[in-house]
């Protein structure tokens, strides 16, 4: 009862804080400013004609409603340079997806062998110090020149961004399995592999979980950055392409969508970390 009242009090407060937000928004940028001219279908949506300008920093109703004319039309193809919001979110959501899923693959079983072996946990602990630290951008340029493609070398670099958060927590995990239930099954005689499916994996899966949902939140983030280095596709090329056409609503509704998305991946990997943490 009192988690309820907690969440519903919670709720009212984000609404307030989210109609001031609107609000300050709104009288911030009611004033005239430098105009920008707006697309035809755009200008009949707002009901203006297209010579009208607009305010350079446009206010939460221009914004709305740009937001509503992307929904209407989410995968148009007008061309390279001219595709509607949904298809550049598939294309980043497919590279998040496709060097995610390699990194999480590549690095639970590395952190399984650095948690079960304190030798291997020395002798990989200089490579994961020195590597970690690097920017996930700073091997774009070293990617680009040896896989000379732009759509696999922003996947190298989601996998490589990816990797460190998942193999750091899935190695923590398993070694704070408690000794106890180990020597338990030394006892009876189970063997590695065996081990570490049934009594390993089960104790640190929420801690594993828990280094996954940082790291898809990493991606999610440099996905943007890799996409405006490489152009061509995704989300974070409409934002770099449309801040070239000086469309800030444009940015700022893809801004919006960004933000979003993040929010329901990381929703996701929250739901299932719960789930294995306390099984309904």
Not at 147 to 175: E, H, Q, R, Y
Not at 268 to 277: E, G, H, N, S
């Amino acid at each position: 009862m009192k988690a309820a009242s907690l969440t519903g009090r919670a709720a009212v407060v984000s609404i307030a804080l989210f109609l001031a937000f609107i609000l300050a928004w709104h009288l911030a940028t009611r004033g005239a400013g430098p105009t920008q001219a707006m697309d035809p279908e755009y200008a009949k949506l707002m009901g203006v004609t297209a010579t009208q300008g607009k305010s350079a920093m446009p206010g939460p109703a221009d914004v709305g409603a740009k937001l509503w004319f992307h929904l209407k039309r989410p995968f148009y193809d007008n061309g390279p340079n001219d595709k509607g919001v949904g298809i550049q979110l598939a294309y980043s959501i497919v590279r998040v997806f496709i060097g995610y899923l390699l990194a999480v693959a590549v690095a639970v079983p590395i952190g399984f062998l650095i948690g079960m072996s304190p030798l291997m946990s020395k002798a990989l602990d200089p490579f994961i110090q020195v590597l970690k630290p690097i920017s996930p951008l700073a091997w774009m340029p070293l990617a680009l020149y040896t896989i000379k493609d732009s759509s696999l070398s922003a996947i190298f670099v989601i996998f490589i961004c990816s990797l460190w958060p998942t193999m750091i927590n899935t190695a923590f995990g398993v070694a704070a399995v408690r000794r106890e239930w180990l020597n338990v099954a030394k006892t009876l005689e189970v063997g590695t592999l065996r081990r570490a499916f049934t009594i390993i994996l089960p104790a640190a899966a929420p801690t594993i979980l828990t280094g996954m949902r940082i790291s898809i939140g990493i991606a999610w983030l440099v996905i943007v950055a890799a996409e405006m280095l490489v152009g061509g596709t995704g989300i974070g090329y409409f934002v770099w392409n449309e801040w070239n056409n000086l469309s800030i609503t444009n940015v700022i509704t893809a801004i919006l969508v960004i933000g979003i998305v993040g929010m329901l991946l990381d929703l996701i990997l929250a739901r299932l970390t719960r789930l294995v943490t306390f099984p309904e």
